[in-house]
T-cell receptor, first 114, second 111 residues
Framework: DAMVIQNPRYQVTQFGKPVTLSCSQTLNHNVMYWYQQKSSQAPKLLFHYYDKDFNNEADTPDNFQSRRPNTSFCFLDIRSPGLGDAAMYLC?????????????FGSGTQLSVL | KQEVTQIPAALSVPEGENLVLNCSFTDSAIYNLQWFRQDPGKGLTSLLLIQSSQREQTSGRLNASLDKSSGRSTLYIAASQPGDSATYLCAVDPGTYKYIFGTGTRLKVLA
């Protein structure tokens, strides 16, 4: 019954080898987010989409890209992972619109870079 | 630039104790504030959402308050249980859907 699903749960990649993380949602929410969370730190917003409108944070490295081909799916591409990109990557959704609603998170993908 | 701070960073309490977790933010122009729970190695679960026009929200043993003018929110947990052990994070939305998170308070409830 998971509503925000992230795959894979754990991802190991090599330094410099491109990797893609995926997120899907069954909530039909307009807004989808990618957050990066390192150990004992606050989740850091990388991007968010409102429908197809893409919003990139000013300090998100160019190495990180995102795609949202439809309402349900969103992908995070890391073109050349460095050791500093090892982290938990969290996908979240919210309905958007005039009413405030809760954020729903997936279980996260723990990325290791060797 | 909005900054969110949570104090204390960690807290241990005996089972049954009532406790208060604190969240402060530097810019009072927020749209809403949410409190989340995060278990180790997992995603976040939203516990309570307080609209900017509200003063508090309650869900079961949890009560969250918001004082926008002073830039503070508190999460009150009544009759704490070992199952409440987790990290609790607060996040503010400045109205652009760009939620800004605090670093959290790591709570341990001792049986």
């Amino acid at each position: 019954d998971a509503m925000v699903i992230q795959n894979p749960r754990y991802q190991v990649t090599q330094f410099g080898k491109p990797v893609t993380l995926s997120c899907s949602q069954t909530l039909n929410h307009n807004v989808m987010y990618w957050y990066q969370q390192k150990s004992s730190q606050a989740p850091k917003l990388l991007f968010h989409y409102y429908d197809k409108d893409f919003n990139n944070e000013a300090d998100t490295p160019d190495n990180f890209q995102s795609r949202r081909p439809n309402t349900s799916f969103c992908f995070l591409d890391i073109r050349s992972p460095g050791l500093g990109d090892a982290a938990m990557y969290l996908c979240a959704t919210t309905r958007g619109g005039p009413t405030n609603e809760k954020l729903f998170f997936g279980s996260g993908t723990q990325l290791s870079v060797l | 630039k909005q900054e969110v701070t949570q104090i204390p960073a960690a807290l241990s309490v005996p089972e049954g104790e009532n406790l208060v977790l604190n969240c402060s933010f530097t810019d009072s122009a927020i749209y809403n504030l949410q409190w989340f729970r995060q278990d180790p190695g997992k995603g976040l679960t939203s516990l309570l959402l307080i609209q900017s026009s509200q003063r508090e929200q309650t869900s079961g043993r949890l009560n969250a308050s918001l004082d926008k003018s002073s830039g503070r929110s508190t999460l009150y947990i009544a009759a704490s249980q070992p199952g409440d052990s987790a990290t609790y994070l607060c996040a503010v939305d400045p109205g652009t859907y760009k939620y800004i998170f605090g670093t959290g308070t790591r709570l341990k409830v001792l049986a």
